[in-house]
C-alpha cells in the first residue's frame, strides 16, 4: 500500500472536518517518503498546515472555486483529454473494467477518472503499474500544477509530488497544448455557464451524502497514520 499517494488523494479531496482532522496524520507520511526531496516535502507543508488550521468553510469555497468551477482545473482527467467527445465514454468503461478486474470498489459518486479515486487505486497497485499510469497522465499533471502555480495556489505542489513518485518527464509540446485553453474567471457566472453548457456543475459534494470517499479512505489506510511532526528546514 503506498501511504503517500493514500495521503495526496485525501489531499486533493473536498475539504471536510474529518479530513482536517487528518492532517497531522496526512502531513506525517508525507514528511517521511524519503522518495521525495526535501525541497518537495518543503512545497507541501503550506498545503498541509492550511487544510489544518484553516476555516473550513474558506477551505470548502476555495476548492470549489478551483475545481468545480473551473474546468480548465478540472479533477477529472478525462475531461483535458476528451471533454465531451464519445471517445470520453469508452476510456471511462475501460478504466471501470480496470477497477473491476482489481477488485477495487471506491466508495463514492465521483467519475471513475476523478483524481482522487485513481490515487486511491494506484496506492493499491505496483509500482511499476503506478509509475506507468501516472506517466501517461504526465501532460494532464503538469498543466494543472502549472496553473495552480499561476493562482499561486498551494495545491500546486501535489500535482509536482505526483510527477516525482511517477518519474515524468512530460511532452512539453502536450503540456502546451493544453495550457493554450483559455481559462474562465470562476466568478464570471456567465462565462461558466457557456463553458459547462453540456454538463452539469457539481459544487461539492452532494450535501445529504456525506462525504463517503473521504472517510472510506481514511478508514481503509493500511495501518493507522502515525502522527509525525514536519522536518526541520532542509
Not at 503517500?4 to 473536498?14: D, G, N, V
Not at 498546515?49 to 477529472?76: K, M, P
Request: aromatic share 6%; glycine share 6%; with cysteine.
Amino acid at each position: 500500500m503506498d501511504r503517500t499517494l493514500k495521503a495526496i488523494s485525501l489531499l486533493l479531496s473536498y475539504p471536510t472536518a474529518e479530513l482536517q482532522a487528518a492532517m497531522p496524520q496526512v502531513g506525517g507520511v508525507l514528511a517521511s517518503d524519503s522518495r521525495l526531496t526535501a525541497a518537495a516535502r518543503r512545497a507541501l507543508r503550506p498545503l498541509v498546515e492550511a487544510l489544518g488550521q484553516r476555516d473550513i468553510y474558506d477551505l470548502q469555497e476555495t476548492y470549489v472555486a478551483l475545481f468545480d468551477r473551473s474546468r480548465t482545473l478540472s479533477l477529472n482527467l478525462f475531461e483535458h483529454v476528451h471533454g465531451e467527445s464519445r471517445d470520453r465514454g469508452g476510456a471511462m468503461v475501460s478504466l471501470v473494467e480496470m477497477y473491476r478486474e482489481a477488485g477495487f470498489d471506491p466508495a463514492t459518486s465521483e467519475l471513475p477518472d476523478h483524481l482522487p479515486v485513481l490515487l486511491e487505486f494506484l496506492a493499491t497497485r505496483p509500482t511499476d503499474e503506478m509509475r506507468d499510469t501516472l506517466g501517461d497522465a504526465g501532460h494532464i499533471l503538469q498543466a494543472l500544477g502549472a496553473r495552480l502555480e499561476r493562482r499561486e495556489s498551494p495545491y500546486a505542489a501535489l500535482f509536482q509530488a505526483l510527477l516525482h513518485l511517477a518519474g515524468a518527464k512530460p511532452d512539453r509540446a502536450a503540456v502546451d497544448e493544453l495550457l493554450e485553453e483559455p481559462e474562465t474567471d470562476p466568478d464570471d457566472l456567465e462565462a461558466l455557464d457557456a463553458v459547462w453548457e453540456e454538463t452539469e456543475v457539481r459544487f461539492g459534494p452532494d450535501p445529504n451524502a456525506g462525504c463517503p470517499q473521504v472517510r472510506d479512505m481514511l478508514a481503509r489506510m493500511d495501518q493507522p497514520l502515525s502522527p509525525a511532526p514536519h522536518p526541520a528546514a532542509e
